[in-house]
């Protein structure tokens, strides 16, 4: 699941990130409203948390934009606003929840999990692999209707390459997407690559010498 925290307080957008990364989550942060929306407008997001008070444009215009060109990501307003008049506006103008700063964690997580639970036509769909399935709006992944107990990075990883099966991934690319700019050694993905194989076997990702990793073919499934 990838989120995009909107958000000028940059300590708080980089809390915000390291716990929703600690719970599975790919997040990036864009720090202006003009930035939110247009990371908004070509990211593909499950969810922006968005604050009220942005530089240039408020949060209430990017979410009203969005709506206005048929964008209907799921939005969760985080704003110091509290009163009853600035949620109803936040709503209303298509906001599908509004948190009050200061937020508690554990209550944005689980808003955030109930809009991305919300029955809506673009509720992500089971990925699978072979007989490996994992659900990004619950986080579970089963090999064989059997739980599979994967880490946040290993379910990251996971969810990336199913989403981009029929292609080699590089190195780079999911060093961009599945870890932080902290950890960017090329090695890191290797070891995760073998953890998943282990897990999930070893035919789940072929190497591609010189270019990356590939989901492997599911052929002796039967597809
Ligand atoms: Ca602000």
Do not use: C
Not at 108 to 122: G, N, Y
Not at 156 to 166: I, K
Not at 191 to 212: I, S
């Amino acid at each position: 699941m990838r989120l995009l925290v909107v958000e000028d307080e940059i300590r708080l957008a980089r809390a915000l990130r390291r716990g929703l990364a600690a719970d599975g989550f790919v997040v990036d942060i864009a720090v202006t409203g003009p930035a939110g929306l247009a990371a908004a407008r070509d990211g593909s997001y499950d969810a922006l948390l968005l604050d009220v008070m942005l530089p240039q444009m408020s949060g209430y215009d990017v979410v009203r934009t969005l709506r206005a060109e048929e964008n209907h990501v799921p939005v969760l307003i985080l704003s110091a606003k509290d009163g009853v008049h600035d949620q109803a506006d936040g709503l209303d103008l298509g906001a599908d929840d509004y948190l009050v700063k200061p937020v508690s964690y554990v209550l944005l997580l689980a808003r955030l999990r109930a809009v991305l639970r919300r029955p809506r036509e673009s509720r992500p769909p089971i990925l699978s692999w072979g007989d490996v399935q994992l659900d990004p709006a619950t986080h579970e992944v089963t090999m064989g209707a059997e739980p599979v107990a994967l880490t946040p990075r290993e379910y990251a990883l996971l969810e990336y390459l199913l989403r981009h099966p029929d292609r080699v991934v590089t190195k780079i690319e999911l060093l961009d997407h599945v870890w932080d700019l902290g950890d960017r050694d090329s090695n890191t993905v290797e070891v995760y690559v073998g953890y998943l194989r282990r897990k999930l076997g070893p035919d789940l990702v072929e190497t591609v010498r010189g270019a990356g990793y590939r989901l492997g073919s599911t052929a002796a499934f039967g597809g």
